[in-house]
């Protein structure tokens, strides 16, 4: 099928979409197509206006917005907590917005990591983002324990994806807490959490999860799986700004467990003004904030989260799948006689948000794609990371994106670029 008739074939697929209607909720770029999503959400129309309703509780009430107005901040993290909590499977109760993914990582491992005996270890695996590495790599330290020694590393067979079955093969006797993605932040593979939880369990062993690239994008049941932990961004596939709060998601069974890490915020809310220096702390999730909620940073969640209320999860990774498949079989069909590489899991059940191109010449062909007004992310050392997003890219979108990429490979014009990625890529 030639590319023209490939563009009448998307054309009717996005006439046919449910979904279609909500692209118009988002600030898009004119003559520009977004396949970021998966790094910073794009700003929706409900998150500026709750954004812009915050400001003016603030304008007209002072120090009143903590009870008045349209948002009241001081229950501000519950209420988002709950719209949160049917993206992860878990209770109102279980889930609290608050911190930033590491911070969440610092209280949760402060909390739940208890060396004793012999369990002194930490489980996580070589492909997670940086930044949880460092975080389990301090924690350590603060307990005087030297991380070359004392955190374990699951090794990927290929570079690309983790299997479950070394994972498992990995949690000795020495395992005291175990910490892993729900979606590999390169290839896009997601984990069988599942079967990981009930592992770790039947050995012992705590477990938990960073969600931050499948909040918003697939389906979970932490509750029902057993997870005793888990903390994601909300930055990315919800949309709720850049640097905007982040979530966590303590299974019931644990509250009352003192977190790690305390602070005010975590009181139980009627006793919180009581100023006594003995803390009473919230029976649930809520024990786990520190400081005072960044409210402005909250805001744009309130709108952004009742988009995702609306529609339902289960109806943005139908979409959302449906996107890849297509994109995976253009890509498939144009793009593989000029070395692309398809470096994320066909199957739909193992299968993010985002697809990974793999290519020499990733780094470059990103910068070439900026030229063409097409928005990707690199990922060293060789990948185009493209994200086509439910709630506002189209398939004629994935379309046009394949397209000029082949352009791009026909004419060469990546040469023109260095192969090196931006300072932020």
Not at 32 to 44: E, P, Q, V
Not at 287 to 292: E, R, S, W, Y
Not at 356 to 367: G, T, V, Y
Request: proline fraction near 5%.
């Amino acid at each position: 099928m030639p590319l023209t008739a490939k563009r009448a074939e998307a054309i009717e697929r996005d006439e046919q979409d449910r979904l279609a209607p909500y692209r118009d909720e988002f600030y898009l770029q004119e003559g520009s197509i977004y396949m970021d999503g998966n790094s910073l959400g794009l700003l929706s129309k409900r998150a500026e206006a709750t954004l812009l309703e915050s400001l003016a509780d603030w304008r007209e009430l002072g120090i009143d917005g903590w009870m008045k107005g349209r948002h009241p901040w001081f229950e501000l993290s519950e209420k988002l907590a709950a719209l949160n909590a049917p993206l992860v499977g878990g209770s109102a109760d279980e889930v609290m917005v608050t911190g930033s993914t590491t911070v969440n990582l610092h209280q949760l491992v402060a909390t739940f990591f208890a060396p004793s005996g012999q369990r002194t270890k930490i489980l996580a695996d070589s492909l997670t983002f940086p930044s949880d590495i460092y975080a389990l790599q301090s924690q350590l330290r603060l307990r005087g324990l030297d991380p070359a020694e004392h955190l374990v590393q699951v090794e990927s067979r290929d570079g690309r994806f983790l299997d479950e079955a070394d994972i498992i093969a990995a949690m000795t006797e020495e395992i005291a807490l175990i910490v892993l993605p729900t979606v590999l932040y390169r290839s896009g593979q997601i984990l069988d959490m599942e079967r990981l939880t009930r592992e770790a369990h039947a050995r012992g062993i705590l477990i938990g999860f960073d969600g931050c690239h499948s909040v918003g994008a697939i389906p979970h049941a932490f509750h029902d799986w057993g997870v005793d932990f888990a903390y994601w961004c909300n930055y990315k596939h919800l949309n709720g700004g850049p640097g905007t709060v982040g979530g966590l998601f303590v299974h019931e069974r644990h509250f009352g467990t003192l977190p790690g890490l305390t602070g005010w915020f975590g009181s139980r809310k009627d006793k919180q003004f009581d100023m006594d220096h003995t803390m009473t702390p919230a029976e649930n999730a809520g024990a786990f904030q520190i400081g005072t909620p960044h409210v402005l940073s909250l805001a744009p969640q309130i709108g952004a989260l009742e988009l995702f209320a609306e529609v339902g999860i289960d109806a943005v990774r139908t979409k959302s799948l449906a996107l890849t498949d297509y994109m995976m079989t253009l890509v498939d069909q144009e793009l593989t006689p000029y070395g692309f590489v398809i470096g994320n899991p066909r199957d739909d059940k193992r299968r993010g948000a985002h697809l990974s191109l793999e290519h020499p010449e990733a780094a470059r062909i990103c910068k070439a794609l900026k030229a063409h007004h097409v928005i990707p992310d690199f990922r060293a050392p060789n990948i185009v990371r493209l994200a086509p997003v439910a709630l506002y890219n189209k398939f004629e979108d994935v379309y046009e994106v394949v397209s000029i990429l082949k352009t791009i490979m026909d004419e060469k014009q990546y040469e023109q670029f260095k192969n090196e990625r931006e300072v932020v890529a």
